[in-house]
């Protein structure tokens, strides 16, 4: 009887014979050293805001008004960097500078390359500003190549003006316009898959695409440079690069700076 008093009762343990108590041993791995420095959650964008796709449904709309009014005229447009004869042709019809066609194209180039600044940044680069937010950066990218494009065809009149080449000068504009109005319908429809598929590839695609119309520009506007005589090779060619190349390398200087006290 002392006996059974003495004995505790196991009948309610989960513990048996056949099935120990668990013992666990140290593990081989051990948790990472890092250390969280801010605990504030970051909102992860699945989906693209409505005033991207107001930017281009807004571009298709001017595109297809242009395609409707001037079919010959943006025929024309699209020939003109591949022949010296259509350019003759477009200058001949109008002055390209002074139409309407123009101003819907020139606006479809301004937005399809302000929109692709943005997602180059968004998909690879990453930067971030305080106190901006995505419309806002996006305005901001828009001012900056409209001043960049004015500064650059003001100076080119004025270089013009003091080495008395205005003729060549307006044939390397001319050049230069119809080369950003052939690129802005092609930015769009590279952007439609951009945007929505958000693959990183389609944009190195869609940058190589830029750097070589950007390449075949500069050559147009080397061989149109070439009709002075007055001027050597060398020279024309140091010309062309301070005029194209040296800007966007300051540009992009500048945008490292900025960021850089951004982040700080």
């Not at 960097?81 to 606006?107: C, H, K, V, Y």
Request: aromatic letters at 16%; charged letters at 10%.
């Amino acid at each position: 009887m002392s006996r059974m008093y003495a004995s505790p009762d196991t009948t309610a343990d989960r513990q048996s014979i056949a099935f120990p108590q668990t013992v666990y041993a140290k593990s081989a791995f051990t948790a990472h050293h890092l250390r969280p420095t801010d605990f504030q959650t970051k909102k992860i964008d699945h989906f693209q805001p409505d005033w991207v796709l107001a930017i281009l449904v807004f571009c298709f709309i001017l595109l297809a008004w242009v395609q409707f009014f001037y079919p010959k005229r943006i025929q024309q447009i699209f020939r003109a960097p591949f022949s010296r004869r259509f350019i003759n042709q477009l200058t001949r019809d109008g002055n390209l500078f002074r139409e309407r066609i123009t101003i819907a194209m020139g606006m479809i180039f301004l937005f399809t390359c302000s929109l692709f600044l943005y997602e180059f940044n968004r998909q690879i680069l990453g930067f971030s500003f305080k106190g901006i937010s995505a419309i806002s950066l996006y305005g901001l990218i828009t001012i900056l190549i409209i001043c960049f494009l004015a500064a650059k065809v003001a100076l080119m009149r004025f270089l013009g003006a003091i080495f008395k080449t205005r003729g060549t000068t307006n044939n390397y504009l001319l050049n230069q316009l119809i080369f950003a109005l052939v690129t802005g319908p092609v930015l769009l429809t590279v952007l439609v898959f951009i945007v929505y598929l958000n693959v990183a590839f389609l944009l190195y695609i869609c940058l190589s695409l830029l750097v070589a119309l950007l390449l075949f520009g500069f050559v147009r506007g080397f061989f149109i440079g070439m009709t002075l005589t007055k001027f050597s090779y060398l020279f024309l060619f140091v010309y062309l690069c301070s005029l194209e190349i040296l800007p966007l390398l300051v540009l992009l200087k500048i945008l490292i700076i900025f960021t850089k006290t951004a982040g700080a």
